[in-house]
């Protein structure tokens, strides 16, 4: 199984950014994709989950983010809009068998994960 990353970059606040996840290695659309965020000396947080089930959002995204995955292209995405200075960090993606209804952000619950994409916005 493998998860890679892309999309990240720097922006100015109120800006856009779309990131990709391509996956290989499994059928992926059968599991709880999901997308995690981390800062230095902070621990990794949950963004959003999808699976067949629906999605889930963080609070602080909400409104903001939109997480959605192309079953064809075997690719999960991060549509994030209105992006605010606080959500400078490294982004990574995730992949569990496990629906994502039961502890959709505890990271110990993820299998696989990707090497990360950074993503900086500047005031």
């Known amino acids: 199984v493998q998860l890679v990353e892309s999309g990240g970059g720097s922006v100015q606040a109120g800006g856009s950014l779309r990131l990709s996840c391509e996956v290989s290695?499994?059928?992926?659309?059968?599991?709880?994709m999901a997308w995690f965020r981390q800062t230095t000396g902070k621990e990794r947080e949950g963004v959003a989950s999808?699976?067949?089930?629906?999605?889930t959002y963080a609070d602080s995204v909400k409104g903001r983010f939109t997480i959605s995955q192309d079953n064809a292209k075997n690719t999960l995405y991060l549509q994030m809009n209105s992006l605010k200075p606080e959500d400078t960090a490294m982004y990574y993606c995730?992949?569990?068998?496990?629906?994502?209804?039961?502890?959709?952000?505890?990271?110990?619950?993820?299998?696989?994960w990707g090497q990360g994409t950074q993503v900086t916005v500047s005031s």
């Open positions: 290695g499994y059928t992926y659309s059968r599991y709880c």
């Open positions: 995730a992949a569990r068998t496990l629906a994502c209804y039961w502890q959709t952000f505890r990271t110990d619950r993820y299998g696989h």
């Open positions: 999808i699976d067949s089930g629906g999605t």
